[in-house]
């Protein structure tokens, strides 16, 4: 199994970025999706979560301002991320759990944003 995260950059205050992540090698169904970060000097914390019936979840500081979307068919899923900050900057990694219990992790992708 192999989740690849791509879509990261740098980009301004203000600015937009599309990340994706594509899962390989599942079979089982995905039954929760989601994006966290990671800043310098601090834990990994959950940004979007999306489940299989795509009832999602953000955390206070991105809502509004982000949003996750997922395609079943591709076993892929997305975070739509606008007005970014500085504050929004980390490594973005995405996970997921499947219908048997296991979850796997990309391998992070870097978002710089700069004021």
């Known amino acids: 199994v192999q989740l690849q995260a791509c879509g990261g950059g740098l980009v301004q205050s203000g600015g937009s970025l599309r990340l994706s992540c594509a899962a390989s090698?599942?079979?089982?169904?995905?039954?929760?999706m989601g994006w966290y970060r990671q800043a310098p000097g601090k834990q990994r914390e959950l940004v979007a979560g999306?489940?299989?019936?795509?009832?999602?979840n953000y955390a206070d500081s991105v809502k509004g301002r982000f949003t996750i979307s997922r395609d079943n068919a591709k076993n892929t899923v997305y975070l739509q991320m606008n007005s970014l900050k500085p504050e929004d900057a980390g490594v973005y990694y995405c996970?997921?759990?499947?219908?048997?219990?296991?979850?796997?992790w990309g391998q992070g992708t870097q978002v710089t944003v700069s004021s």
């Open positions: 996970n997921m759990f499947v219908r048997t219990g296991n979850e796997y």
């Open positions: 090698g599942i079979i089982f169904s995905i039954n929760f």
């Open positions: 999306i489940n299989r019936g795509e009832i999602t």
